[in-house]
């Protein structure tokens, strides 16, 4: 599935490379948007709560939802940043989704795809998005390199999602100042969260560590703020929720435990 996902997001890449311009002037002229690593730290595990319709491992989520309320939703139940899952073709996302859910909330917003071109970085930013997204497996690590120096210059945050030792390595080579780790593997779609367990510990304690997938109510926060995380992504269960603030509520209290400084 990663590499379908990823073939089509630098499809849709090729669209843009007649607007490298246009895009250039629409980050030169694009409004400060709020910090994302800043909004993950604190003295609990934060949520970075995910607008998510559907899934290839669960199919439909919640077909309906609309992106703006789900964010306003999202941030009257405690959310620290918003992940917005843009992707069309198997998360029945949009980019229009970003640009509702900034209209409707102030929170940090990661712009969630299969990123895999350095205009790509420009478009998300020119959205209003604070991060995006980029998966170590996908990318070769010079090609990391690029796209999260690209960011920078954009003046836009990265997530960079690993799911072992050499894709950590990768993400500290390209200056990552936040690392999630992803217990579901994206080639068999099974959830382990021992992946994170595993990981999270090893991520330098002044790097952000965010534990991803698989995580449903309070137990997997509580394993999560164990391993050392700062945050956790949570999209299905809050998405399905017939009350997502509540069901934010419900995780959004359990105190950080930070990690150990791994010795070099």
Not at 144 to 153: G, K, N, Q, S
Not at 164 to 182: K, M, P, Q
Not at 191 to 218: C, H, K, N, Q, W
């Amino acid at each position: 599935m990663l590499r379908e996902l990823s073939d089509a997001s630098a499809g849709r890449a090729e669209s843009l490379h007649g607007r490298r311009a246009e895009l250039e002037r629409a980050v030169a002229d694009a409004p400060i948007v709020p910090g994302f690593a800043a909004a993950l730290r604190g003295t609990r595990v934060t949520v970075i709560a995910e607008v998510k319709r559907r899934s290839p491992s669960k199919g439909d989520i919640a077909p309906g939802l609309s992106a703006g309320a789900q964010s306003a939703a999202y941030a009257a139940g405690g959310a620290a940043a918003l992940s917005i899952l843009t992707e069309p073709l198997r998360f029945g996302g949009s980019d229009a989704d970003v640009a509702e859910a900034r209209a409707a909330t102030a929170l940090p917003i990661l712009k969630k795809d299969f990123h895999v071109a350095p205009l790509q970085m420009l478009e998300a930013r020119a959205l209003g998005a604070s991060a995006a997204l980029l998966i170590a497996r996908a990318l070769a690590p010079a090609a990391l390199v690029e796209l999260a120096r690209t960011a920078r210059d954009a003046g836009l945050e990265t997530l960079v999602e690993i799911r072992d030792e050499r894709e950590l390595e990768a993400a500290l080579l390209a200056e990552a100042t936040v690392i999630g780790v992803n217990n579901r593997n994206l080639e068999t779609l099974v959830i382990d969260l021992a992946t994170g367990e595993r990981l999270v510990p090893l991520i330098p304690a002044d790097r952000v560590a965010v534990f991803e997938s698989g995580v449903y109510g309070p137990a997997e926060v509580e394993q999560a703020a164990a391993a050392g995380a700062d945050a956790v992504l949570v999209g299905s269960s809050l998405s399905a929720a017939a009350d997502p603030a509540a069901a934010l509520r419900a995780i959004a209290g359990i105190a950080r435990r930070g990690r150990v400084a791994v010795a070099a």
